[in-house]
């Protein structure tokens, strides 16, 4: 079976210093691996609600083409319900306990999204994860080789209130989340995105709800020069959580996002 492209990878300006990651935002499954999901179709679109970033695509490519910095964007069009590209390989990958690893089995409310079944999983992680990941790593070594650094804002975003399968139902929801790494989330680029966000309503917090930031495998832990924040809009902030559609707040946030491509 042919390698279908599951992603969009798109460059604004020469000489790219910032690669933009937008893993989440996906909707398109395909027809093969539909075939083995349970739900219905009207339980899939509402799995498709609950766990999709949508539009943080839209909200990335809007920041690139405001911003006066030159910019890769990398974004997936495959939901994650194919596969989720930012899941950890090994033991590290603690969501594995509830069926939320690389393949899901579970749904956002821990049902089941689909039957175990091993070779099917390990050919989905060839058929998308490993070229995937493979294509955010080039694009992070094409900067990395022509600057000596490079920046990565993982965007993601969440709804208002929490999912059954998140750990901690109790845990701060800002309107910014700021995810970050020991090694490769510097004090300057942490700084210059607190005040970039600074004012969104509901404020901004560290590593809550969700904590860490992506960075392609190969550079992970040991190469301080590739350089990683996530960010994680609250939904509210930019679309409608009932009808899905952006709204005006998702100006603001374009700005935003564009003002910290410019400061990294």
Known sequence: MSQPVGWVSRQFGDDPTVVLHVPHGGLRIPADVRSAIVLDDGQLEAELAAMTD?????????ACERSATSTVV?????????VDPERFVDERE?????????????TST?????????????DLVRRY?????????????????????????????Y?????PYERDHGAERPGICLGTDGVHTPRSL?????EVFDGVPGGVALDTPF??????????????????LMVEIRRDLYMDETTLELHGGADDVTARLAALIDRS
């Open 54 to 62: 949508r539009h943080t695509d839209h909200l990335a490519v809007s």
């Open 74 to 82: 990398v974004a997936n069009e495959l939901s994650r319900l194919v």
């Open 94 to 106: 603690s969501m594995a306990e509830i069926g939320m690893g690389r393949v899901y089995l579970a």
């Open 110 to 122: 821990l049902d089941v999204l689909r039957h175990p079944d091993p070779q099917r999983d390990a």
């Open 129 to 157: 994860f490993e070229p995937y990941e493979t294509a955010v790593a080039r694009a992070v070594d094409v900067v990395l080789d022509a600057n000596g650094h490079a920046t990565i804002l993982d965007i993601h975003s």
């Open 159 to 163: 709804p208002r209130d929490p999912l």
């Open 190 to 194: 942490l700084d210059a995105a607190r």
């Open 211 to 228: 904590a860490g930031t992506y960075v392609p495998g190969d550079h992970y832990g040991t190469n301080t020069a590739v350089r990683s």
